[in-house]
């Protein structure tokens, strides 16, 4: 390479990391980028997906480019928002060639049949999980988020909005604490868009990389979101009176930055959060009744009526919240049954494992019948 050519190459890189560096772009991403660079092909970071074409902020600006090139069948392998892309430099239309690893992804199962995973953001370091106090609150949609948020491997927090709607401090701190017990190791705390309480906190949060606010509708995201850009950025519509759910205002994943630093992902507000393969992540929201379980008498103890259970003797002392056991065994029922979907030798353990618990149970009651076995 001539010397005037290495200087120009430099300056690209120079203008490029520069250019993209509020949206998160750094050496690690330069690195993983080099082959695509060779290729003469612009690094860029998506903003918005909608039907196969997408938003890339690059060095040049924002350019609409097509996702054909990229596996459009598999939802798990679809370019989506928060990816790092490689995007052809010209053309009409501009094509995404491929994407760069993804440092973590935020998924959940798909409501189809199939048990197929959804990609609904890449490359976040928080997933900040919003519940609104004008609701009363579901502990148990809160444990799912989490478990999804663990499992991307992002740090999760919970924000609980709408707070200046429950003036009464002792009644707020309860609230905090009932969602603090079911959250361990995630910080928890209140927020309001109208008197600005908690922002401070969760801006400092945001600043620190890439966000994605989740939730239901109607639990504040968008008035939050704005909020932190200090501008109406994204559209607000009220909650309903009748059972207080909101609208679905934002309707695409997009990701914005944030005055203060980092850059933030709004979401369309979740209806169905299915777990897909979360068993990390379960792990990690219970990881209270998993340390109990290691002192149970039995190392397949169910926690039901075993002798020597740790953890029903914590119920039973009022140290674990009953609910909290019973939360636990729903989602981890669920993330079996998807996992053993698409796991065969799994699906056959399964059968077995029921098998033998049928033997046991048809054992049980010939014994109390008098009877015996054969």
């Not at 969602?179 to 868009?193: I, K, L």
């Not at 200090?230 to 909101?246: L, N």
């Not at 777990?275 to 379960?282: E, F, K």
Request: glycine share 10%.
């Amino acid at each position: 390479m001539t010397s005037s050519s290495s200087s120009s190459s430099t300056a690209t890189t120079t203008v490029t990391a520069t250019a993209l560096a509020p949206y998160g772009w750094d050496e690690a991403w330069a690195e993983a980028f080099a082959p695509y660079d060779a290729q003469g092909m612009l690094p860029g970071r998506v903003v918005r997906v909608d039907r196969g074409q997408c938003d890339v902020v690059t060095a040049d600006g924002t350019v609409r480019a097509d996702t054909a090139f990229v596996i459009p069948h598999d939802p798990m392998r679809v370019v989506c928002t928060g990816d790092w892309v490689a995007v052809e430099p010209e053309g009409n239309p501009r094509y995404v060639r491929a994407y760069l690893p993804r440092r973590t992804a935020f998924v959940r199962s798909t409501s189809s049949k199939r048990s197929e995973g959804q990609i609904l953001a890449a490359n976040v370091d928080h997933a900040v999980v919003a519940v609104s106090l004008a609701a009363e609150l579901d502990l148990g949609r809160v444990e799912r988020f989490l478990a999804l948020a663990w499992e991307s491997g992002a740090q999760p927090l919970v924000v609980l909005t709408k707070a200046d709607l429950v003036p009464d401090p002792v009644t707020r701190s309860h609230l905090v604490q009932d969602v603090e017990t079911s959250a361990p190791g995630v910080p928890v705390f209140a927020v309001s868009a109208q008197t600005g309480e908690g922002l401070d906190v969760l801006a400092a949060v945001a600043s620190g990389g890439t966000s994605v606010l989740l939730g239901q509708s109607g639990a504040g995201k968008s008035t939050l979101a704005n909020a932190l850009l200090g501008e109406e950025v994204m559209d607000v519509r009220a909650v309903r009176d009748v059972d207080g759910k909101g609208r679905h205002t934002t309707t695409t994943r997009n990701l914005l930055v944030l005055p203060g630093g980092g850059v933030l992902i709004d979401t369309p507000g979740l209806r169905g959060v299915g777990l897909y393969d979360a068993t990390t992540g379960v792990g990690q929201v219970f990881a209270e009744i998993e340390e109990l379980a290691e002192g149970c008498r039995f190392h397949d103890c169910a926690h039901e009526s075993e002798p020597g259970c740790a953890v029903q003797e914590a119920i039973a002392e009022g140290e674990l919240p009953h609910r909290r056991l019973e939360s636990y065994r729903k989602l981890l029922r669920e993330n079996q049954r998807i996992v053993a979907q698409s796991d065969a030798r799994l699906r056959a353990e399964i059968r077995k494992d029921w098998k033998r618990k049928g033997a046991q149970a048809r054992a049980a009651m010939e014994f109390k019948r008098g009877g015996h076995r054969r």
